[in-house]
Nanobody, 129 residues
Framework: QVQLVESGGGLVQAGGSLRLSCVAT????????MGWYRQTPGQSRELVAH???????DYADSVKGRFTISRDNPKNTVYLQMANLKPEDTAVYYC???????????????????????WGKGTLVTVSA
């Protein structure tokens, strides 16, 4: 079963840094794109950073120059390096990925899935003033 597992959240003082990681597990053939979104209570989930194979990363204006997204393709992992954190960066951060993968039934017959969108469960980042 395909899963996205985030790690690296925590409590940090304003001006500090954190690095989030997200690894995609399962019978993954390839990954079209990976990204990070964040959400605060009562607000919609918003894009933080996104990276698609063969293209330059995209960033929300609020994090440009402070956050860097990168991928380790052999490890099916995406990172979000966050620097100069601000209290307004406090949120639950979710990993998102567009995956190509196969699933096997009890007879080991595969079903192939292409361009499937998956979410992680989220990791909390708290920035204190």
């Amino acid at each position: 079963q395909v899963q996205l597992v985030e790690s690296g959240g925590g409590l940090v003082q304003a001006g500090g840094s954190l690095r989030l990681s997200c690894v995609a597990t399962g019978s993954i053939t390839s990954i079209n794109a990976m990204g990070w979104y964040r959400q605060t209570p009562g607000q919609s989930r918003e894009l933080v950073a996104h990276i698609r194979s063969g293209r330059s990363p995209d960033y929300a204006d609020s994090v440009k120059g402070r956050f860097t997204i990168s991928r380790d393709n052999p490890k099916n992992t995406v990172y979000l390096q966050m620097a100069n954190l601000k209290p307004e960066d406090t949120a639950v951060y979710y990993c998102n990925a567009e995956l190509n993968y196969s699933e096997y039934d009890s007879s080991l017959i595969p079903t192939f899935h292409y361009g499937m969108n998956h979410w992680g469960k989220g990791t909390l980042v708290t920035v204190s003033a």
